[in-house]
C-alpha cells in the first residue's frame, strides 16, 4: 500500500483565508511543506454557465464556481476590503482591536503589491456625512474601504497564485470529506485519497457551513448559530447616492426601526454596479458587484437593505429560517423576484409592464413580483421605514421606480469554539475565515489567514 504524504501544513479551502495563510507562511521560504485542498477549481477555469443567452438562470452546478475554486467567494466579488473593527466579522474579540487592524492594512499592502496599486482608498474620518445621517436617526459606521473591483480583485488572486504555486501544493477539485485526529497530527481525507498533516487549518467559507457542522459534530467541537439577516437588495439610479458613493465608495449606515427598534443596515453598495444572483446550496438569492473599469459600469447603484434575526432558545436553526424565506422567493419567481418600490406600498405586484414602464432599468433579469408575499412583516416594514429614512439623506431613494430584489439572505456560519489562536480544542486544528463565523468579509478572513499562519510560525 502506498504511503500517505504528510505536510506540515495542510489548509482546507483556497479563499481569502487560505490564500494569506499560504502566502504567510511561505513568503520566506522557510522550507515548510504546505498543501492547500479545494473542491473547486483553478481561477481560470472558473465560469459560471450562465451567459444571459443559451443559460438564463442558475442551473445548481454541483460546485458553484461563483462560491469555489482558488479566491473562493470573493474571488468575482466587488473587491472591497473594508478596514475596520465596526463589521466585516469579531476577528478583534479573539486578537484585540490594534492587531485585527494592523493585519487587515497588512493584507491590504499585499494587495497593492500584487496588482492592486493606484486603487482608491475611501475613508469615513472627517466627513460632513456623519452628521447629516445623525440629524436623520440614521448611523454611518466607521471604516476604510479600499476599492479593488471585480477586475482587478482577479487580477490580485492571479499573481497571487502565481507566487504561491510553485511554493505550495494546491490540489483543486479535492473535497475535503473527513479530518481525523491523530496521535502526531490529522489524517484528511479526500474525495481522491488520505494525507496527512502536522497542523491543519480549515477555511472552507460559507459554502462550506455545512460540512464544517458535521465536522464539529463529529470531533466534538462546540459550535453555536443563532443570527441570519434577511432583506432585499435596493437598485436606483446612480446619481441619487453620489454624493455618498462619490466620498466614501461604500457607506455603512444604519437605522433603527420605531416599531420594533430592531436594527436595519446598507450592506454591500457597489454603486453603478450591476445585481447578480448567487447560489447557496441550490438556493437563489440575490447580491451585487461593480467594476472599476469605468467601461464596464452602468448607470445603476445597487446596495443591499438587511434586518439582523436573532433567536433565542430553544430556536437553533437561525440559516435553516432564513433558507425558507429563499426558498419562497425562488417558488413564486422560479429565483429572484424584483418589484418597484411603488408597487410594494400599494400592496400590488409589479407586473411586466409596470416594469418596463418604470424609469429605471434594471440590471439583472429577475421575475417581477410581489415580495409582500414572501418577506416577514415585521422585516419588510423595517425596510419600507429605512427607505423612508434614507429618502432624507439621499431624495428619490422612495421613489415609485425604485428597485427592490428579493431575498437577499446574508447566512452566518455558526461560531466555532476556539481559543485566542482561533484553535479548535485539538492542537494545531485552526478554523477560520467565514466557516468559522469568526469573520464574514474579505479583510477578516484574510487577516485570519495571516494570524494563524504567523501562530504556527511563532512569529505572532
Ligand atoms: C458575490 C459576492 C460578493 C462579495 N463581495 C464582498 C466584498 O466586496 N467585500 C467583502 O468584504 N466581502 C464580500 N463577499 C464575502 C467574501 O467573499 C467572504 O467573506 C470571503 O470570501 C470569505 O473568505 P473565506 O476564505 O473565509 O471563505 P471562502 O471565500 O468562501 O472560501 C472557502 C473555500 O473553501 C472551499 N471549500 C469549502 N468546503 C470545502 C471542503 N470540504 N474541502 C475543500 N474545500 C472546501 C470552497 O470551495 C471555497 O473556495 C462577497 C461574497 C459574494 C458571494
Redesign the pocket.
Known amino acids: 500500500m502506498a504511503k500517505i504524504k504528510t505536510y506540515d501544513v495542510i489548509i ?8 494569506f495563510a499560504a502566502y504567510e507562511l511561505t513568503k520566506k521560504n522557510n522550507g515548510l511543506s504546505v498543501a492547500v ?4 477549481t483553478a481561477l481560470h477555469e472558473r465560469k459560471c454557465p450562465i451567459d444571459g443567452v443559451k443559460v438564463k438562470t442558475c442551473i445548481h452546478c454541483k ?1 458553484c464556481s ?17 478596514i475596520t473593527n465596526d463589521f ?2 469579531t476577528l478583534y474579540e479573539y486578537i484585540g482591536k490594534q492587531e485585527a487592524i494592523n493585519l487587515m492594512k497588512y493584507v491590504d499592502s499585499i494587495n497593492m503589491s500584487h496588482g492592486g496599486e493606484g486603487t482608491k482608498l475611501y475613508s469615513t474620518a472627517n466627513t460632513g456625512l456623519k452628521k447629516v445621517c445623525m440629524q436623520n436617526k440614521l448611523k454611518l459606521l466607521d471604516a476604510s474601504v479600499r476599492h479593488l473591483g471585480t477586475d482587478i ?1 482577479y487580477v490580485v488572486l492571479e499573481n497571487l497564485y502565481d507566487e504561491l504555486k510553485d511554493k505550495v501544493e494546491f490540489k483543486f477539485q ?4 473527513k479530518i481525523e485526529v491523530e496521535d502526531e497530527g490529522y489524517k484528511i481525507i ?1 474525495a481522491t485519497g488520505a494525507l496527512r498533516c502536522k497542523k491543519c487549518i480549515v ?6 457551513s455545512k ?2 457542522e458535521g465536522i464539529c459534530k463529529e470531533l466534538g467541537i462546540e459550535t453555536q448559530s443563532n443570527r441570519v439577516d434577511i432583506g432585499v437588495r435596493v437598485e436606483l439610479p446612480a446619481v441619487l447616492f453620489s454624493h455618498l458613493t462619490d466620498e466614501l465608495y461604500e457607506s455603512k449606515i444604519v437605522y433603527k426601526t420605531e416599531k420594533f427598534e430592531d436594527k436595519v443596515r446598507t450592506f ?1 453598495m457597489n454603486p453603478k454596479g450591476a445585481v ?1 444572483t ?1 447560489n ?1 446550496n441550490g438556493i437563489v438569492t440575490v ?3 461593480s467594476y472599476e473599469d469605468p467601461e464596464k459600469q452602468t448607470d445603476m447603484t445597487n446596495f443591499a437593505l438587511l434586518v439582523a434575526k436573532h433567536f433565542s432558545e430553544p430556536f437553533k436553526d437561525s440559516n435553516g429560517y432564513g433558507e425558507s424565506i429563499a426558498r419562497l422567493s425562488n417558488m413564486l419567481g422560479g429565483g429572484v423576484i424584483v418589484q418597484r418600490f411603488g408597487d410594494l406600498i400599494r400592496g400590488r405586484r409589479t407586473n411586466h409592464k409596470r416594469l418596463a414602464d418604470s424609469f429605471a432599468r434594471p440590471t439583472l433579469k429577475a421575475e417581477p413580483g410581489d415580495l409582500s408575499l414572501v418577506l416577514p412583516k415585521r422585516i419588510l416594514d423595517g425596510i419600507i421605514e429605512m427607505i423612508y429614512a434614507l429618502d432624507k439623506i439621499a431624495p428619490g431613494t422612495a421613489n415609485d421606480d425604485t428597485l427592490l430584489y428579493g431575498v437577499e439572505v446574508k447566512f452566518y456560519n455558526m461560531d466555532v469554539k476556539l481559543n485566542n489562536n482561533l484553535e479548535t480544542k485539538y492542537k494545531g486544528l485552526y478554523m ?5 463565523g469568526v ?8 487577516a ?2 495571516v494570524y494563524v499562519a504567523r501562530d504556527i510560525l511563532g512569529t505572532n
Open positions: 482546507v479551502g483556497a479563499g481569502p483565508g487560505g490564500i485542498l479545494e473542491t473547486g460546485n461563483i462560491m469555489s475554486g482558488f479566491g473562493g467567494a470573493g474571488a468575482f466579488s466587488d473587491g472591497k476590503y473594508n466585516g466579522g480583485n479535492t473535497p475535503v470529506t479526500t477555511s472552507v467559507g460559507r459554502s462550506g460540512w464544517i454591500c447578480v448567487e447557496t447580491n451585487g458587484h477560520i475565515g467565514d466557516g468559522s469573520t464574514h468579509s474579505l479583510s477578516h478572513a484574510s485570519s489567514g
